[in-house]
């Protein structure tokens, strides 16, 4: 039995919460502007969203499962306010940047679905605290010598001459999050692609007026 569940399918699993368009529209011209550096790699539109829980490798006859110990609940859009200022992250030598966020709603939303999948024992909860981010650029890593390659040793990051500049004002204003979704990510050569497996709709109290 033990064999069998070893050889059954799996899938990479994580669930974020999704932006507004507009927000991601903002993004990706903030990205061509900003992100000019040659080491820096922009993040795809698609993959702009706060991720709430990283599941790792699972069932897939267990994503059903999945999906209703993640959001079968009821749970409001989360406001939402970016900082402007990107983070580096390390500072010392940064492999990527990421955009803060002041959010204690989406704190809160990722501590309830958290608990679910903690109980469904489907999540191991993180050491360290739930960090709402966006990244929004990775750095390339420096070309490796032979022998690194063979060992398949990762190169250090280069070196960024130009950092990202702030966010522009436009991007500063609060919005909601308007859906929790789980994603599956598949590996490709050329990056992550993410397919969306499920997802909750979020209602907002307000409408969707942010005030």
Same mark, same amino acid.
């Given at each position: 039995?033990?064999?069998?569940?070893?050889?059954?399918?799996?899938?990479?699993?994580?669930?974020?919460?999704?932006?507004?368009?507009?927000?991601?529209?903002?993004?990706?011209?903030?990205?061509?502007?900003?992100?000019?550096?040659?080491?820096?790699?922009? %993040?795809?539109?698609?993959?702009?969203?706060?991720?709430?829980? =990283?599941?790792? $490798?699972?069932?897939?006859?267990?994503?059903?499962?999945?999906?209703?110990?993640?959001?079968?609940?009821?749970?409001?859009?989360?406001?939402?306010?970016?900082?402007?200022?990107?983070?580096?992250?390390?500072?010392?030598?940064?492999?990527? $940047?990421?955009?803060?966020?002041?959010?204690?709603?989406?704190?809160?939303?990722?501590?309830?679905?958290?608990?679910?999948?903690?109980?469904?024992?489907?999540?191991?909860?993180?050491?360290?605290? =739930?960090?709402?981010?966006?990244?929004?650029?990775?750095?390339?890593?420096?070309?490796?010598? @032979?022998?690194?390659?063979?060992?398949?040793?990762?190169?250090?990051?280069?070196?960024?001459?130009?950092?990202?500049?702030?966010?522009?004002? %436009?991007?500063?204003?609060?919005?909601? @999050?308007?859906?929790?979704?789980?994603?599956?990510?598949?590996?490709?050569?050329? @990056?992550?692609? $993410?397919?969306?497996?499920?997802?909750?709709?979020?209602? %907002?109290?307000?409408? @969707?007026?942010?005030?």
């Amino acid at each position: 039995m033990a064999k069998e569940r070893l050889k059954s399918p799996r899938a990479r699993l994580f669930v974020a919460l999704d932006l507004p368009e507009s927000v991601l529209e903002g993004l990706a011209a903030w990205q061509r502007a900003e992100l000019i550096d040659e080491a820096l790699r922009p %993040s795809r539109s698609e993959t702009l969203h706060m991720t709430l829980a =990283f599941l790792g $490798y699972q069932p897939e006859r267990a994503i059903d499962q999945i999906a209703e110990a993640a959001m079968g609940f009821e749970a409001k859009a989360p406001l939402v306010r970016l900082l402007a200022e990107p983070v580096p992250v390390p500072r010392s030598r940064p492999r990527l $940047y990421a955009i803060d966020s002041e959010s204690d709603q989406t704190v809160a939303l990722q501590a309830e679905v958290e608990r679910r999948l903690v109980d469904a024992r489907f999540y191991e909860p993180e050491k360290r605290p =739930f960090w709402p981010h966006l990244t929004v650029a990775r750095v390339r890593p420096e070309r490796r010598s @032979g022998d690194d390659r063979r060992r398949r040793r990762r190169g250090s990051p280069m070196r960024v001459e130009n950092p990202p500049g702030p966010l522009p004002e %436009s991007l500063l204003n609060p919005f909601r @999050g308007v859906r929790i979704t789980l994603y599956r990510s598949h590996l490709r050569p050329t @990056g992550a692609e $993410y397919e969306r497996v499920a997802q909750l709709e979020l209602p %907002s109290s307000d409408g @969707g007026k942010v005030t």
